[in-house]
């Protein structure tokens, strides 16, 4: 995805996008958070309560609760979840 989006944690909180890609065969989701700071990006989504449903676009996910990456990347914050 390259268009900006918002993702819509298990909360209902929202935060901007533009790279959310699934991958269930592995099980992996790949994201990138824009618009904040690194701390609070690991803060969110290192949260299983946050994460066990996330929402972008047509994509709903269940389960991507363990954080296995985490970097700055350009104006945004690279995100590797896995269940």
Known sequence: ???MNKII????DTYDTDYFVVMPNLPICY???LNLPL??????FSNPKETSCLICGDKKIFG???L???FQEGDGVKVMLKK
């Open 68 to 70: 296995k990456d985490i």
């Open 1 to 3: 995805m390259t268009t």
């Open 64 to 66: 991507y609760i363990k």
């Open 31 to 33: 994201l990138r958070v």
């Open 39 to 44: 701390d609070r990006v690991r803060e969110v």
């Open 9 to 12: 944690t298990a909360s209902g």
